[in-house]
């Protein structure tokens, strides 16, 4: 397995903070999963946070922060209890692995007693890690077993405490297996369907909910106490009754049928391990509770007890049709707590850059090359004028990169643009331009285009990363450093002079990447380019000299995207491994880590103001990161399989979500709801944008058409605050008058949409004969 | 690896590989199984493989596919520390056999001669090159621009705006608003934004043959063809064929308004002659074999002794808006067999044949004008072999080629001198097996004049301005022929070219001045006269009507030394100089023919004969004059 060595490669290196990741990467080993994964999670935020506050504070006024993000990681927060446990833990990870000499390293730097391991150990082997040692190892080998971590959300803790001392897959399982009659199952079940089908109206629909985890529980227990052919014949009778939109899960529950099957089967552990959540109102979830204990029906009861955490509410109970929009997640709705915290959802003050009367006064002020005198003015301007959006975060909350030269000159490019701009509406659509990958055979997976429309990247199937120009003007490589010393340097038109003429094409290939390159993202300052691997990697290149320029090693399992901060230097990527990473492109190490997720993230978004992430997954669910301090911060529930696009509003305030459900929806992040729903496409959506000026959304889809939506219409609505304190929804079903146009494209899926400055839509695809 | 799927049972889930298939494989492999550890290991592979096609699922998900490839499976393996498996990569399918026997089921692995392969002679070539192309899909979030070259039914998809545009343009140019139709086809001629609504004019003018009986509606239409053609952001393509073959169906097709002997068609015909030859000259290039296939259909109208003479006509008039070139090519050969059956008409007196003889009659003329202007570039052509390369400079450097005949009713505007001049002669020797030099040999210049003289005798010779002047002319003295050839052609064809560049834009506005038809609606003359008016028509006219004024007074003070001839010189000239006539010998040989003594040639005796029927004529020249700008 891979990863067994990358820990003794670098841990002498490691100071005692990363112990984080060492744990980490022994979780993925497979055996250590729960308690002390959990811990080293949510401490390393706190630490996070205070780190990067007092940074903030001492740096962001004084110096530039560009140069000055420290990453939080490398902070110790020592002290707290809780943290020296997870040390423990650690310790006890490696010694377990005779990786002795780092187990000194790491005790010596922790200052930890000699004697502490020992007693730790002592405590917890004899009920825990002395006989699943060996099973830990057997499940490393099984299938892509790893990491599993329950939500970091707020409400998690009740379950930590308990789980933190069984740290091992047996004992989670073994929660299953003091169980009563295995031939009552099925009565039981049946009782209480019959109970719920006899209650009134307004209720079923809420009790209802109850079905589909009890269901899968009651079959785990039958299976984990082996009895096959009763779990068999359990699932038979009732699977029917289930959700359509639990096929897929059922479908992976059927296939298993014996003990030896549940170890290592992620969809179990995240059964088992992430307690299922239903919203229920008080007056359902009485008389549910009342049946129960009326029936003596201890069997449902402890299942609900242990496995199901029930949102209550007050108020009126949820309609079928409320609770349909919201469920369909793998570990059932998100708590309504986990929506409540405030985002800061506006857009940064743009820079004040004055458009210049005509080119001269732009070169002058390059030339003097003071932008150290005009930056704090502006710093100052900014700080003074109050006037900035109360839902933005203030300039400062992440250290961004200052601006470049290039950087104004590109924002004075766009602004001129913008005034050029189509002002588009149900009545004036875009004109929508189709750039096709032409004899792409080895599989085009990634396409992503410059803000200014004027390059674009495929990453393919077979490793490779493509760059092509889109303008006349030609892709040319900066010189060979012997030939740059030639060059003078004084002269005006240097940056011109050190290109070399003779590399001038239209495409270059890079080459780097030893597996599908599934994620790509240009900069914005278009110097750098981002490409996100099968084989772990996400890689920087240059776009001057097209090679690579460094290699981000952490996830070790497919890393399926990755995109750019809009602000640059800032990146997050997420994968197979479940854990979106943010990182800064100088430095080798993540500087946060959102985890949370069940199952794969498969695509990351940066927030237009960059203080968020937004991850969606195979778990069906989308969770919003705060950067600052890796909470996390939203969950979004509704769709009802893999979320494959996002998409933020340029104003920062809504998200679109598409999925392989071939569903858009809409949510509106300030209020923690979802605002619309957009029916037609009858196939995964692989891509969505809003236009420059969020009037129109258009969706690219596996089907092979681009469809436009009216933004305006679909965000207009008015938010109530019952609604917004409830967080219940009423989706009026309005696609049909949404939908201003569905295009065809020939026989070619659309995964990647732009808008471009003037708004013309740009689709890409890989056209397949 | 072989499975055998088990499908005894009726509903299952998954394919399962059977405990048979198990025991067979630890067979071969050496071991022997219990039924029941089989079984085991059967349900437990089966699992495996459903886990490792899950999660293989994934990869082809963002991989952005529908189709689970082996790549994807072998990647699952991988991942969950398996070995990947070889050899199933390939693109094609894999043919899947069964054995019935042992009910086996396998893929089917031929073994492969690894020398054979790598002496092959085929080579299998590289795939082509992973490239991106951009095309406009949707404009304005409407429309397909795609589906080029076929004629859409339907108007309504378009934007609403192209939408009213079309109908007001096509209600403006076919209504009776004379003022409206001139603005309307204005702007069809300098509008940019009408790329997507072409198919739809071509559609509206492919409408010709639906108001054949309309020589008014016709006109219109193919003022709007004019205006399309003239349209500099239009690119054309393969509407050009339609339009060509609008315009050749008013040139040539014995239209229901050509009953009735008041209606002007000739006029049409003479117009549409124009502009078919101003299509070709513009736009030729974008229809390969275009050339070609316009003088096959001329050939086969004037080949054709049951079509009507008016349709003879629109042909020998469509030749000679090709070029002098086409007109020797397809005309002269023709010639002798035609003259019989013009003869047959022209000879019969009788009072039911008058109308076909007036037909007759501007057949006679439309031919004279033709082989004329042959002989004339053919010994200009002669004459000046080393000056091809500046005319032909001059040319192109103003757009087309030199014109230099006195036909400016008729001759199209480009005519390239030399072979090489421009992209039209290679046209003419591209247009298929027909490349007029190398099947078909040119009769040398005095063959062709004196065959040409014995048809038409000095009909003919007024117009050569060459031997008649000095006596006794010898029709078949070559030398003579062609010095005296040389002299004059010589001394006036390059001014000539240079002067008369002027007359060749205008020629192309087809604007007509003097509105003396009475025939004419005065919206056709006025909306084609403003189609230029502004920037050039004005200007260039003037000056051309200055020129012409120019160059015949010359032509008079050339050959005066020469008696007799100057009378025919003088009458031409002044006609010329006033109505811009030189298509009818009619008039211009009326007044001199009583007095001349012609000597008696093949059919001269034809000409007062002509000239008597004069009248009609004179009323069509009229009409004429409206359409075509005098110079």
């Not at chain 1, 010393?485 to 030893?514: F, P, Q």
């Not at chain 2, 009953?259 to 736009?283: E, K, V």
């Not at chain 2, 003419?428 to 030099?437: E, H, M, N, T, V």
Request: overall charge neutral; some cysteine; aromatic content about 8%.
């Amino acid at each position: 397995m891979r990863c067994h060595d990358f820990p003794k490669l670098e841990l002498p290196v490691f100071s005692s903070a990363h112990a984080h990741f060492i744990c980490k990467m022994a979780a993925v080993q497979g055996g250590l999963v729960d308690a002390v994964e959990e811990k080293t999670i949510k401490s390393e935020p706190v630490a996070d946070a205070t780190a990067n506050n007092s940074a903030n504070d001492a740096r962001a006024p004084s110096s530039s922060p560009g140069s000055g993000v420290s990453p939080g990681v490398n902070k110790p927060a020592a002290g707290a209890a809780e943290d020296q446990q997870t040390l423990l833990a650690v310790l006890q990870f490696l010694r377990k692995n005779n990786l002795s000499e780092s187990v000194e390293i790491l005790r010596r730097e922790a200052g930890l007693p000699e004697d502490s391991l020992d007693q730790k150990g002592g405590d917890s082997t004899g009920t825990g890690l002395g006989g699943p040692e060996a099973d830990g190892r057997t499940d490393a080998g099984s299938l892509l077993s790893r990491v599993t971590v329950s939500s970091s959300a707020p409400l998690k803790s009740g379950k930590v405490a308990v789980a933190e001392d069984q740290p091992d897959v047996n004992v989670v399982l073994s929660a299953y297996s003091q169980q009563g009659d295995p031939a009552l199952y099925e009565v039981y079940y049946s009782g209480l369907k019959k109970f719920i089908e006899t209650v009134l109206d307004c209720h079923r629909a809420e009790l209802s909910q109850v079905f589909y985890p009890l269901f899968v529980h009651m079959y785990l227990e039958l299976v984990y106490n082996n009895h096959e052919n009763k779990a068999k014949a359990f699932f038979e009778k009732f699977s029917g009754d289930q959700e359509c939109y639990y096929q897929d899960d059922l479908r992976v529950l059927c296939s298993l049928t014996k003990k030896e099957h549940m170890r290592g089967n992620e969809t179990l552990l995240d059964f088992r391990t992430s307690k299922f959540v239903l919203r229920i109102s008080r007056d359902s979830y009485q008389l549910l509770k009342r049946h129960l204990q009326e029936r003596q029906n201890n069997q449902i009861w402890n299942i609900i007890q242990e496995h199901l955490y029930i949102d209550i509410f007050d108020g009126m109970p949820r309609s079928k049709g409320q609770i349909d929009a919201m469920s369909g997640s793998l570990a059932g709705e998100a708590k309504r707590e986990a929506n409540k915290a405030k985002v800061y959802y506006g857009l940064l003050k743009e820079p004040e850059i004055e458009l210049p009367l005509d080119d001269e006064d732009e070169e002058a002020e390059n030339e003097e090359g003071k932008p150290k005198k005009k930056k704090p003015k502006k710093d100052n301007m900014g700080s003074k004028s109050k006037k900035q959006d109360p839902n933005a975060p203030s300039q400062t909350r992440i250290p961004l990169p200052e601006l470049k030269d290039s950087d104004k000159l590109d924002k004075i490019m766009n602004m001129k643009e913008a005034t050029k701009r189509i002002r588009l509406g149900p009545d004036n659509l875009p004109s929508i331009c189709f750039y096709s990958f032409l004899n792409a055979y080895q599989g085009l997976t990634a396409v992503d285009l410059t803000d200014d429309s004027s390059l674009i990247a495929g990453g393919f199937a077979d490793s490779t990363v493509r760059v092509w120009s889109v303008t006349p003007k030609k892709l040319r490589k900066v010189k060979s450093a012997a030939d740059l010393n030639m060059i003078d340097k004084e002269s005006d038109d240097v940056l011109e002079r050190i290109m070399d003429e003779k590399t001038a094409s239209e495409s270059k290939i890079l080459y780097g990447h030893s597996g599908p390159v599934y994620g790509i993202s240009f900069s914005p300052d278009r110097n750098y380019l981002l490409s996100s691997s099968e084989d772990g990697t996400i890689r920087l290149w240059s776009l001057q000299t097209f090679t690579c320029l460094v290699g981000y090693k952490g996830h070790n399992y497919p890393v399926w995207d990755t995109q750019f901060s809009p602000h640059g230097y800032y990146f997050v990527s997420g994968g197979h491994d479940r854990v979106a990473r943010l990182w800064a492109t100088d430095h080798y190490q993540p500087l946060r880590m959102f985890s949370g997720h069940l199952a794969d993230i498969t695509c990351t978004r940066f927030h237009p103001n960059s203080n968020y992430v937004v991850t969606g997954s195979s778990d069906r669910t989308i969770r919003l990161w705060d950067v600052l301090n890796g909470n996390c911060v939203r969950i979004f529930t509704g769709h009802k399989g893999p979320i494959h696009a996002l998409a933020f509003s340029p104003n920062g305030k809504f998200l679109a979500s598409g999925a392989t459900d071939g569903r858009v929806l809409l949510w509106d992040i300030g209020h923690g709801l979802m605002v619309g729903e957009l029916k037609g496409h009858t196939d995964t959506i692989y891509s969505l944008r809003f236009s420059r000026d969020s009037e129109i959304l258009a969706s690219g889809s596996m089907d092979n058409t681009v469809r436009l939506w009216d933004a305006t219409k679909a965000f207009d609505l008015e938010t109530d605050d019952f609604t917004a304190a409830t967080g219940h929804i009423h989706l009026q079903d309005n696609s049909q008058e949404l939908l201003l146009g569905s295009y065809m494209t020939k026989s070619t899926p659309v995964i990647h949409l732009h808008f471009t400055r003037r708004n013309l839509l740009l689709a890409a695809g890989g056209y397949n004969p | 690896m072989h499975t055998s799927l088990m499908a005894d049972r009726e509903e299952r889930r998954f394919a399962e590989v059977s405990r048979e298939s198990i025991k067979l494989m630890a067979e071969s492999a050496g071991v022997e199984l219990g039924d029941d550890v089989a079984g085991l290991l059967a349900e437990d592979v089966c699992y495996r493989l459903r886990e490792a096609t899950q999660s293989s699922s994934q990869f082809m998900r963002h991989a952005k596919r529908r189709k689970l490839t082996v790549e994807d499976f072998n990647r699952a393996l991988r991942w969950s520390n398996v070995e990947a498996i070889c050899g199933y990569g390939a693109q094609d399918a894999l043919p899947f056999r069964s054995v019935k026997d042992g009910e086996l089921y396998f893929v089917e692995d031929r073994e492969i001669n690894l020398v054979e392969l790598a002496l092959a002679t085929n080579i299998p070539k590289g795939c082509a090159e992973t490239m991106v192309r951009v095309n406009v899909s949707y404009l304005d979030g409407k429309g397909n621009l795609e589906p080029q070259g076929t004629v859409p039914s339907a108007v309504q998809s378009l934007s609403d705006d192209l939408l009213k545009y079309y109908q007001q343009i096509t209600r403006a140019i076919l209504g009776e608003d004379p003022h409206l139709m001139k603005v309307a086809l204005l702007d069809l001629q300098s509008n940019s934004k009408i790329a997507a609504l072409l198919p739809y004019f071509v559609y509206v003018i492919s409408g010709v043959k639906s108001v054949s009986h309309d020589l008014e509606q016709l006109n219109r239409l193919l003022h709007m063809v004019k205006s399309l053609v003239q349209n500099p952001y239009l690119y054309l393509g393969s509407y050009v064929r339609s339009l060509v073959s609008s315009v050749m169906y008013c040139i040539l097709e014995p239209l229901a308004a050509s009953i009735n002997p008041l209606n002007d068609h000739w006029t049409l015909r003479d117009y549409a002659a124009l502009l078919l030859s101003h299509i070709f000259w513009t736009h030729g290039d974008l229809v390969s074999g275009l050339y070609h296939q316009i003088l096959l259909s001329l050939q086969k109208v004037l080949s054709d002794p049951v079509r009507p003479l008016c349709s003879h006509y629109g042909a020998v008039v469509g030749l000679h808006a090709l070029g002098w070139k086409a007109v020797e090519r397809v005309l002269f050969p023709h010639l002798p067999a035609y003259w019989a059956n013009l003869q047959a008409v022209l000879d019969d007196y009788s009072v039911s044949n008058a109308q076909v003889k007036a037909d007759g009659h501007k057949v006679y003329g439309a031919i004279l004008v033709a082989v004329e202007r042959l002989l004339k570039m053919k010994a200009l052509s002669l004459s000046q072999p080393v000056e091809g390369g500046s005319s032909a400079q001059v040319g192109s450097t103003m757009g087309s080629t030199g014109y230099r005949v006195s036909s400016p009713g008729l001759s199209p505007p480009p005519e390239p001198l030399t072979e090489a001049a421009l992209g039209i002669a290679s046209h003419l020797q591209a247009g298929g097996s027909g490349c007029p030099w190398e099947e078909w040999t040119p009769v040398p210049l005095p063959a062709m004049y004196s065959e040409l003289y014995s048809f038409f005798g000095d009909s003919l010779a007024v117009r050569f301005s060459t031997g008649p002047g000095k006596g006794n002319y010898a029709p078949c003295n070559p030398s003579q022929v062609s010095n005296s050839r040389k002299e004059p052609s010589g001394a006036t064809s390059n001014p000539d070219t240079t002067r008369k560049m002027p007359q060749l834009t205008a020629n192309l506005n087809i604007s007509p001045r003097q509105d003396g038809s009475p025939r004419m609606d005065p919206s056709v003359a006025r909306a084609s006269s403003v189609q230029r008016s502004r920037s050039s028509s004005s200007r260039s006219g003037q000056r051309s009507t200055g020129l012409s004024r120019d160059v015949f007074p010359k032509a008079r003070f050339t050959p005066p030394q020469t008696g007799p001839p100057v009378f025919s010189f003088l009458i031409g000239g002044r006609q010329m100089g006033r109505r811009c006539q030189g298509r009818r010998p009619f008039q211009t040989t009326f007044a001199p023919s009583a007095s001349l003594p012609i000597p008696p040639r093949a059919y001269t005796h034809k000409l007062p004969v002509i000239g008597r029927v004069g009248k009609p004529v004179r009323r069509w020249t009229c009409s004429h004059y409206s359409l075509h700008l005098p110079l």
